[in-house]
């Protein structure tokens, strides 16, 4: 149906001037200006709308989420901020546990998903008063007699009981998983503490046995739509999708009002799946416990300066984020290198090989310089090959100037998530960077001539698009302090990186998505101020009077 819409600023893109009016027809923006233009370029009859506040903006589109993880887990975020401490948080995991259904009880019969295991996800290691994650024996006194995985807000770092260990097969001689790490205690005792591939491992089979039956998440994930579309948000990409559930993923939510792509994994997060037509996630180093690589001279910068900070007013913080990152190692190349690295890594040559045969795209998890070095590297060893596959680097939190420059000059998208620096961002700075390094290096990515998208990596950080903008804009972390101010960006560079930057790396961006430029989809949402106009750090908490999806109406707010 053709309709006009006038009445306050509609933004069209972010470098230029709002206009006044917009035309829609079947789907697509067809005239944008002045009312009176507009009115004449739209069919007879169009009908008409006048919006009484606010603006109008290019709807929202988050690149890199878990919207999956999200439906198929109820337990998702059932710990977030919610314990101050390790006994509070295993206390509270106590009273999860008690109103849980025992196993093969009546009520455990109404949920065909419930299995033997019980599974809480949402505490953050840093932020509890220890710094650490609780260990087994600590869950035990909470869970003594069933399997329990307790899960951090990003997943790369997790905790099992006594029963869960049993379970998993895990003891004192059980060798650390390729990509992962066992934690020990000082007689080689596994501390119930399990890392990136060993939490993944942990994952899969502590996971609800309807997780791959559609059905038994449509709801939630129906629900999940809704709280996309109350951002503003009409596409999507998730970022670890099962392949045999791909699908009817994308089906569900499409049939809510949000366009999705799935990036695809096999049985666990861990394992890409590859196929014609598809993208492929594949994990090159780890979250939290990132590749990074580092100079004698950088390792001894850092290693001073965590040195003074381990003696400073945080220097419990300062210890624990040392002890996270390990022990440095110098390997053939003379530099030395931290984090922890999966298989993929070194196999990326091959996976590049694979993916370009196969006719996919790669969306490639490098967090540390590292990995993003080794992505460089890869390229580089086959250029025929690298140009051939649809490629994009997920986070790239720390890098230096020379890879930003090699990431721009080969054209490659950079999935950012400035919305680290508020959740984690006062941690990771509590020791200096070492020379030369960039923590989340939006400034320099930019000005190196990378395609810039922001994503919110939901439910690692909050879901609102407008954390990720402001924190691009202001550079504060969740104390209030600037880290590295630098590399902040403009609000209107911000904002695009959350439109028009997130629909090139979904491969869209020559639809005009991202735009309501004429010709474009008619994606859209109206606020009730103008963000464009207003104080960036006032900006996150704010929610979308309407949101359109191709010209129709998928979101109403209560408030509108």
Not at 350 to 377: D, K, M, Y
Request: aromatic residues 4%; negative net charge; proline residues 8%.
């Amino acid at each position: 149906m053709a309709r006009i819409l006038y009445g306050v600023p509609i933004h069209l893109r972010f470098d230029r001037a709002p206009v006044d009016a917009l035309g829609l027809d079947e789907g697509r923006v067809v005239a944008a200006g002045s009312l009176s233009s507009v009115r004449a370029a739209m069919p007879t009859g169009a009908s008409e709308r006048r919006l009484d506040r606010g603006a109008v903006l290019p709807a929202f589109i988050d690149p890199h989420l878990h919207a999956y993880l999200v439906a198929s887990d109820p337990s998702t975020d059932a710990l977030l901020r919610k314990a101050l401490t390790v006994r509070e948080l295993v206390d509270l995991v106590g009273r999860l546990a008690a109103a849980a259904p025992a196993p093969g009880s009546a009520l455990a019969s109404v949920d065909p998903g419930a299995g033997s295991w019980l599974r809480y996800h949402g505490y953050e290691p840093l932020l509890l008063a220890e710094h650490r994650s609780p260990t087994a024996a600590e869950l035990d006194r909470a869970v003594p007699d069933r399997p329990l995985h307790v899960q951090s807000r990003t997943y790369h770092e997790s905790v099992v009981n006594s029963a869960g260990l049993d379970a998993l097969g895990i003891g004192r001689t059980t060798a650390d998983p390729p990509g992962g790490r066992i934690l020990r205690d000082g007689r080689g005792r596994p501390t119930g503490v399990l890392l990136e591939s060993a939490s993944f491992l942990a994952e899969a089979a502590s996971g609800r046995a309807d997780a791959l039956d559609p059905q038994a998440w449509r709801g939630r994930l129906e629900a999940f739509a809704r709280r996309l579309l109350s951002h503003g948000i009409t596409r999507i990409a998730d970022a670890a999708v099962p392949a045999v559930v791909a699908a009817d993923f994308c089906s569900i939510l499409d049939a809510a009002g949000v366009a999705a792509q799935a990036l695809l994994v096999g049985s666990r997060i861990d394992e890409p799946h590859i196929a014609a037509g598809s993208t492929a996630k594949v994990l090159l180093d780890g979250g939290e416990f990132c590749h990074l690589c580092m100079t004698g001279s950088q390792l001894g910068s850092l290693l001073r300066g965590s040195f003074r900070a381990g003696f400073g007013p945080e220097g419990a913080t300062s210890r624990a984020v040392g002890m996270r990152a390990g022990m440095p190692r110098r390997e053939t190349d003379r530099r030395w290198h931290t984090g922890l690295r999966f298989p993929t890594e070194e196999a990326f040559p091959a996976l590049l090989r694979q993916a370009a045969e196969a006719g996919g795209g790669l969306a490639v998890h490098a967090v540390g310089n590292g990995a993003v070095e080794s992505v460089l590297t890869g390229l580089a060893a086959d250029l025929v090959v690298a140009r051939s596959v649809p490629l994009r680097v997920e986070h790239a939190m720390v890098l230096e100037a020379w890879q930003a420059a090699a990431l721009g000059g080969a054209g490659i998208p950079v999935v950012a998530q400035p919305g680290f620096l508020v959740t984690t961002g006062h941690e990771l700075t509590i020791s200096p960077m070492p020379p030369g390094f960039r923590l989340v290096p939006l400034r320099q990515l930019r000005e190196a001539g990378v395609p810039l998208a922001f994503s919110s990596d939901h439910p690692a950080t909050p879901l609102d698009p407008f954390v990720a903008v402001s924190a691009a804009v202001t550079r504060l972390d969740a104390r209030g302090l600037a880290i590295d101010p630098s590399q902040a960006l403009t609000l209107a560079e911000a904002l695009t990186a959350q439109t028009q930057g997130a629909a090139h790396a979904l491969g869209i961006g020559s639809t005009g998505a991202g735009t309501l430029e004429p010709g474009s989809p008619a994606d859209l949402a109206w606020w009730p101020v103008d963000p464009v106009a207003a104080d960036p750090s006032a900006l996150p908490g704010l929610t979308a009077l309407e949101t359109w999806r191709a010209g129709e109406s998928v979101y109403v707010s209560p408030l509108a």
